[in-house]
């Protein structure tokens, strides 16, 4: 599986960024996939993961009602609406996949991963 994110930029707080994760590989459908972010200084955190079928979906505190995670499962595409921006979601933003990890909310859990985006929000 390979991963390809993008859509990362600088903008200002209570702005708005759409990324993007375009996957390839076999039945890329079968595999659960989701955003990280790691921060300067701060390890890699879970932000947020779509059920296989896109229909349940699921986010860290901090993110919750400003960002929304959708998959594509027709053009094999993670996507990750995020809205009023705050100064601390800056990071960069890396997408994975995997068939089943055992705990979601591990990074160090997940098999693939695509090379990061980075997202700056500025006060």
């Known amino acids: 599986v390979q991963l390809q994110a993008s859509g990362g930029g600088l903008v200002q707080a209570g702005g708005s960024l759409r990324l993007s994760c375009a996957a390839s590989?076999?039945?890329?459908?079968?595999?659960?996939m989701g955003w990280f972010r790691q921060a300067p200084r701060r390890e890699r955190e879970f932000v947020a993961v779509?059920?296989?079928?896109?229909?349940?979906?699921y986010y860290t505190d901090s993110v919750k009602g400003r960002f929304t995670i959708s998959r594509d499962n027709a053009k094999n595409t993670l996507y990750l609406q995020m809205n009023n921006l705050k100064p601390e979601d800056t990071a960069v933003y890396y997408c994975?996949?995997?068939?089943?990890?055992?705990?979601?909310?591990?990074?160090?859990?997940?098999?693939?991963w695509g090379q990061g985006t980075l997202v700056t929000v500025s006060s």
């Open positions: 590989g076999p039945t890329i459908s079968n595999y659960l």
């Open positions: 779509p059920s296989r079928s896109g229909i349940s979906t």
């Open positions: 994975a996949a995997d068939l089943s990890p055992a705990v979601v909310g591990n990074p160090s859990l997940w098999r693939f």
